[in-house]
């Protein structure tokens, strides 16, 4: 079966602290990985893909994540986060098969900076 | 350049009306899709159009959904008698090849 797991529902952590959230997924065939960042009563802002190549990938606002495929992650990463990072983040996948495109969404992780 | 827009922003209506959702996607992407974000079901995905092909209505809830996209650009979400557990954000998102734009979503609250 093919799913997307976000462990961690909230991630409270100190401003200028380092930050992961988890990402792990299930799949028989290829993936394509993205992390989305939604701010309050706005949409989804795309912060990073992996589509191939390298499996370090970096993304806005100084987030990077890498594609394990042995574990079937794609944690995403900050090493130093600033108050506007507060915000909810959603792992997505689209698996590589015929018909839709369409991204299937962790349930999300609600990254809280504390001053 | 212009993102994904969408209208209206907020809609609030009673019960067993039917509402009429608006896309208006990236100038350019072929790939239109429609997902559906609420408190107990996170985000879903609802319909998938790709240029002059037959969309993907494997996502739609019930028969009460339908969508279309004229000339291949704007697409219109419909929702026929309304329910309360129709309450959510829609979002609609454009691509190209796979990655996705998504809209700032439109606020449904069926009373």
């Known amino acids: 079966a093919q799913s997307v797991t976000q462990l961690d529902s909230q991630v409270p952590v100190f401003e200028e602290a380092p930050v992961e959230l988890r990402c792990n997924y299930s799949?028989?065939?290829?993936?394509?990985l993205f992390w989305y960042v939604q701010y309050p009563n706005q949409g989804l802002q795309l912060l990073l893909k992996?589509?191939?190549?390298?499996?370090l990938v970096k993304g806005i606002n100084g987030f990077e994540a890498e594609f394990n495929k042995s574990q079937t992650s794609f944690h995403l990463r900050k090493p130093s986060v600033h108050i506007s990072d507060t915000a909810e983040y959603f792992c997505?996948?689209?698996?590589?098969?015929?018909?839709?495109?369409?991204?299937?969404f962790g349930t999300g992780t609600r990254l809280t900076v504390i001053p | 350049g212009a993102g994904v827009s969408q209208s209206p922003s907020n809609k609030v209506t009673e019960k067993g009306k039917d509402v009429e959702l608006r896309c208006d996607p990236i100038?350019?992407?072929?790939?239109l899709y429609w997902y559906r974000q609420s408190l107990g079901q996170g985000l879903e995905f609802l319909i998938y159009?790709?240029?002059?092909?037959?969309?993907?209505k494997s996502g739609l809830p019930s028969d009460r959904f339908s969508a279309e996209r004229t000339g291949g650009s704007v697409s219109t979400l419909t929702i026929q008698r309304t329910q309360q557990e129709d309450s959510a954000v829609y979002l609609c998102?454009?691509?190209?090849?796979?990655?996705?734009?998504f809209g700032p979503g439109t606020r449904l609250t069926v009373t």
């Open positions: 100038s350019g992407h072929t790939a």
């Open positions: 799949s028989s065939v290829s993936v394509y």
């Open positions: 159009f790709q240029g002059n092909s037959a969309p993907d």
């Open positions: 998102a454009s691509s190209v090849v796979r990655e996705q734009y």
């Open positions: 992996y589509l191939s190549g390298s499996t």
């Open positions: 997505a996948v689209s698996f590589d098969q015929t018909g839709a495109n369409n991204l299937f």
